[in-house]
């Protein structure tokens, strides 16, 4: 089942996924995301794509020369081929797919898979070392599991957008789709810790990944405050439902964070400000006061913070070892010396895109990466190498 991607050009070079042959039937945002960071670790990706269009994401913004960034940024480093899972030719080259695949991903809604003929059972009996991964909005089981669901939907049903902005504002939700990347990176980690499984035991496995569960696993502070209290929290801005000061705060030209996490960063950052008499103001003693009186101990720090830049304000506690840092927009965070030494931002075919953040010693992190593919791009090479070979097909 294995098949080396060594022979592609211009491959970067064998990551550790290397020899894993992935089948990606996914589209949009989720699963092609996933699948992404399986062909940026050295896996084969073979996407499978609709006839004419392609995957949906093909015609969404931004463009560049034409092309679709979005499209381009989770699909770089894929082999793509069109095919149509109702024509009988078609069928039994993706079912050739399938069977010599160690991975499938597919993100269609619970049943589709199986009316097709692609189920998990019927995969996994005929090739049971399959890692066989199904995204979906809601999973698939449950009542909801037949809802249709686009990262937005999830948000708001997950409790994500209820606290998300300040109190007595509209709701909102985070500025990336927090829905859809939760889901795939889950299914990243599923599916390698389902590769690890296999190597043990020598079964493949079914993973079922929900938007839904992804997103609802993410609230964290929220959620446990809840468990904990049985009070329904609602949004509180940049603050910190647990840990103050852990919030903005206004400089005189900009913003920036600061994150005293417990009593000893909180006597040096109130030192570094000049207000050591916070450490042992009653009222800040300790967490707990601090969180409560978070309001009040904001307003005493921005006193002074509003008197200088944030450039000397985040020298001073740079220097003190308080963590703290400017609010950076996209161009300053995706333009910042740490992303370039961090190859946070790659070329892949002329197309700028963002890195990938698993940097593994003993392999290559190239700056150069391929392409995502035109679609079919691949189709006449995969179909020789995945067709049915003269004495299999019968006679004519």
């Known amino acids: 089942m294995l098949s080396s ?38 896996a084969r990706v073979i996407k499978v794509e609709r006839p004419g269009a392609g995957d949906d994401s093909r015609g969404y913004g931004p463009f560049l020369d034409g092309r ?12 793509s081929i069109a095919l149509n899972l109702r024509d009988p030719g078609d069928l039994v080259l993706a079912r050739s797919l399938a069977a010599r695949a160690d991975v499938l991903v597919e993100n269609y809604r619970p049943g589709v898979m199986e009316r097709l003929g692609f189920g998990p ?59 859809d990347l939760a889901a795939g990176l889950y299914a990243f980690g599923g599916i390698t810790s389902a590769l690890l499984g296999r190597a043990s035991t020598g079964r493949g496995t079914h ?22 209290t049985g009070t329904d929290p609602g ?34 950052l109130v030192t570094a400000l000049g207000l050591p008499g916070l450490a042992v103001d009653a009222r800040f003693a300790g967490n707990a006061a601090r969180h409560a009186a978070r309001d009040e101990l904001k ?24 963590p703290c840092g400017p609010i950076c927009s996209v161009a300053e965070a995706v333009g910042s010396e740490q992303a370039r030494a961090r ?28 392409p995502a593919p035109e679609l079919d791009q691949q189709g006449s090479a995969l179909r020789a190498e995945f ?9 004519a």
């Open 343 to 370: 190859r946070m931002v790659i070329d892949a075919g002329g197309l700028p895109g963002p890195g990938n953040p698993v940097k593994a010693s003993g392999y290559a992190d190239p700056a150069v990466r391929r």
């Open 5 to 42: 991607n060594r022979n592609l050009p211009d491959t970067p070079g064998p990551g550790p996924l290397d020899g894993l042959l992935v089948v990606d039937f996914s589209r949009v945002l989720a699963g092609p995301f996933a699948a992404m960071m399986l062909a940026d670790l050295g």
């Open 299 to 322: 307003a005493e720090l921005e006193v002074v913070l509003l008197t200088a830049d944030a450039e000397l304000w985040l020298d001073r506690l740079d220097l003190a070892g308080v």
């Open 235 to 268: 949004p509180i801005g940049n603050a910190h439902f647990s840990i103050a000061p852990f919030d903005t705060f206004r400089c005189r030209d900009r913003e920036i964070t600061i994150c005293a996490a417990n009593d000893e960063l909180f006597a040096v």
């Open 121 to 179: 059972a019927a995969l996994l009996a005929a090739s049971p070392r399959l890692v066989y991964c199904s995204i979906s909005g809601f999973g698939h089981s449950g009542p909801w599991s037949q809802r249709p669901a686009y990262d937005a939907v999830v948000q708001g049903m997950s409790g994500i957008m209820a606290i998300t902005g300040v109190e007595g504002g509209a709701r909102v939700k985070p500025g990336v789709p927090v829905a």
């Open 207 to 228: 993973l079922d990944i929900a938007m839904y569960d992804a997103t609802v696993s993410l609230l964290e502070g929220a959620a446990l405050s809840f468990l904990a």
């Open 68 to 79: 679709s960034l979005y499209f381009a940024r989770v699909n770089r480093g894929k082999e």
């Open 387 to 395: 067709g049915p070979s003269p004495r299999s097909a019968g006679p």
